[in-house]
């Protein structure tokens, strides 16, 4: 995928500094009086602005950086010249070259012990490694990328990272791992809009490994929804593009075609070959998958003329990128040249003086200085075997963590799955009257909030329910919960809300046995009851509220202050609301890991008032694009703040 190249490479041209964008007349005047290290500073910079102007030039301006830094003995300079000739090498496919420079940079900045440098160059090591699909060597590099940017606490850059592994881990074929850091890179929102798309886009891509279809389409449409709002005509292509083979896999050849030509006409209006060549491929199997060659072949041909022409576009490339290698080693063998010069010049110098000290006499000196020389170095040797053992035991410690860690990760995945599975599909709740759309945010990849819709002749019933704790505890509270439900209402079915929770209450203090105080854990839980031949609906609450919008107002309405089971007043009993229904009326109902969702400026909680102004500036949205702005809104109000709670929202709509 082109936008992860993009952040890789934009992560390389850092080059150890940030910059801001800085016009190139200023920096070309700058150069004239420039010297020393400023000069390299400047040269570097150049290189930066004139990279996707004029690759060529650019490249002339670090291989004068490269030789004023060493002139200047500036070891940051040379460092970031050498990543720079790394990157332009990488970036024409002569990965042996862009090796050998990477790695005469990684040299210097461990020298320097700079993070930002080290983490720059461990990244596009990575991306050498993933463009050869050596992704155990990748992986490799990103992991040591993200130990240098958790150095230095940049939540863009680990982002980004996590990002990368993720990747990894999706071409190694290890979705559960794919998908555990992909999600963890969406944590770090401080990144641009475009990053929090491709994330989507990968998750998708993963979702797809899985076959979970459904999350993979939602996954596409919430990366096209950022790409559209960003202008970023690209990745817009890009993922209907995803979307077309994602259709195309499923059998679903007609909307495999229209997604397919959206992203054919994209591409090709913005001049971009190597998706339209994509694009046509996908286009002329879906036709022929629905026995029509007449309107197969173009796309064949097509593609086949794109094919030629990317091939011949790439050849040049590499033809200009051996040019630069041929005079890259010409001026490093006139330096070497130089080098043993200087070599000759100093050995010459050294035999005088030894003859000097042996005229003079100083063979006792001489001897001396030897026996303290070889002492110190059998202390160094000792030293530094002590060193590498400690290293040796801290890696072996380091491989039994991760092996740990993935298959704790991979148990919880699979416990997030069952839920999944226990949970029913938003999709499927027009069967029983009703239009659901849904967020639903583990704090912990499993949850400790649940749902559940059903219909009893007229009456369409939704629940939204909140159990104590969340991660594993919190699942296992849910699935509980979520059998107390099923229990109660299909076996009561003609009673109200209010009988449903006083129950529920008084099953779940029994289950728990709470009568002898074993357990204090409960759920808050909100039931609504809609019959619209009626023109009513029924509401009880166990401290979850209720909200009605209706011709762009929002009102709410508050449940009891009591949950079922834990620690509460059994005194007060639930009340059941009768409200008056009309068409087009929705209804929300959430939990409380909403209004305790902290962020924004202050770091604080949303809050129920900041909540409530979110619902009434998206009420003109369908039930899908409100929840879907608001998603946005909570990743945005969210930043860098670690999520404290699960967070589940459901927006309904009964249907006629």
């Known amino acids: 995928m082109k936008t992860f190249k993009i952040w890789c490479i934009l992560l390389g041209l850092l080059s150890g500094f940030l910059l801001k964008a800085e016009d190139i007349p200023k920096l070309e005047a700058a150069l004239q009086t420039a010297e020393g290290k400023e000069r390299a500073t400047l040269l570097n910079k150049l290189f930066i602005e004139w990279y996707y102007r004029d690759p060529e030039k650019a490249l002339q301006y670090t291989l004068e950086a490269l030789d004023q830094a060493r002139e200047s003995e500036d070891i940051r300079g040379e460092a970031n010249s050498e990543n720079n000739i790394g990157i332009y090498f990488l ?12 790695s005469r940079s990684l040299e210097l900045r461990n020298k320097l012990d700079d993070s930002k440098g080290l983490s720059d160059t461990y990244t596009n090591l990575g991306m050498l490694f993933y463009y050869q699909n050596l992704f155990e060597m990748a992986l490799e590099h990103y992991t040591r990328a993200f130990n240098e940017d958790r150095k230095e606490g940049d939540s863009l850059r680990i982002g980004s990272t996590l990002n990368n592994i993720g990747n990894c881990w999706k071409s190694l074929r290890q979705p559960d791992s794919a998908f555990f850091y992909l999600k963890l890179a969406l944590a770090f929102k401080s990144g641009s809009p475009e990053q929090q798309a491709s994330t989507y886009y990968s998750l998708a891509e993963v979702m797809t490994l899985q076959k979970q279809y459904i999350q993979a389409q939602q996954y596409y449409e919430k990366a096209a929804f950022i790409y559209l709002s960003q202008d970023n005509l690209y990745g817009l292509s890009e993922t209907w593009l995803g979307l077309a083979q994602l259709f195309y896999e499923t059998g679903k050849q007609p909307q495999a075609i229209d997604q397919g030509e959206k992203a054919f006409k994209m591409a090709k209006k913005i001049l971009a070959p190597e998706l ?3 694009a046509s491929k996908l286009l002329s199997d879906s036709w022929k998958a629905l026995n029509r060659p007449e309107k197969a072949l173009p796309y064949l041909e097509l593609y086949s003329q794109l094919h030629d022409s990317l091939l011949n576009a790439e050849n040049i490339a590499r033809s ?10 010409q001026q490093a063998g006139e330096l070497d040249l130089l080098k043993k010069q200087n070599e000759i010049e100093l050995e010459q110098t050294r035999q005088k003086s030894l003859l000097f000290w042996a005229t003079v006499g100083c063979l006792f000196l001489t001897l001396l200085l030897l026996l303290i020389l070889t002492n110190r170095n059998r202390i160094k040797n000792k030293l530094l075997e002590s060193i590498q053992k400690s290293h040796k035991e801290i890696e072996e410690k380091n491989k039994l963590i991760h092996h740990q860690h993935a298959q704790i990760t991979s148990s919880i995945q699979y416990a997030r799955n069952l839920q999944d599975a226990v949970l029913q599909e938003a999709n499927t709740a027009k069967e029983f009257g009703w239009k659901l759309a849904i967020i639903n945010q583990p704090k912990d990849i499993v ?9 009893f002749e007229n009456q369409r019933i939704l629940v939204v329910a909140d159990g104590t704790g969340h991660g594993v505890p919190g699942a296992f509270m849910s699935l509980l919960g979520l059998t107390l439900v099923k229990e ?5 079915p003609d009673k109200g809300p209010d009988f449903w929770l006083e129950k529920m209450d008084e099953d779940l203090r029994s289950w728990l046995k709470q009568e002898n105080k074993q357990n ?31 011709r762009g107002k929002v009102e709410v309405w508050k449940g009891n202050p009591r949950p079922l089971g834990g620690i509460g007043r059994r005194d007060i ?11 087009q009326d929705r209804f929300v109902l959430y939990t409380d890991g909403v209004t305790d969702f902290y962020g924004g400026p202050k770091k604080r909680k949303l809050g129920t008032p900041g909540f409530l102004e979110w619902l009434q500036h998206t009420i003109d949205e369908q039930p899908g694009g409100q929840v879907l702005q608001l998603e946005n809104l909570l990743f945005n109000w969210q930043g860098n703040v670690r999520q404290v709670d699960d967070l589940l929202l459901v927006c309904a709509e009964p249907l006629p």
């Open 276 to 278: 339209e060549q994509r």
């Open 447 to 455: 949850s400790g909030d649940f749902y559940w819709f059903s219909q």
């Open 320 to 329: 200009s990128g051996l040019e630069a290698a041929l005079q890259l080693k």
């Open 488 to 492: 109660v209402i299909r076996h009561y």
């Open 573 to 583: 009993p639930f009340v059941c609301l009768t409200l008056d229904y009309e068409p």
């Open 520 to 550: 204090l854990d409960g759920i808050d839980m909100a039931v609504l009851v809609c019959d619209p031949y009626r023109n009513r609906v029924l509401f009880a609450g166990a401290q979850r509220p209720l909200v009605r919008i209706r």
């Open 91 to 102: 970036d024409r496919g002569d990965f042996a070259f862009a090796k050998e420079h990477l």
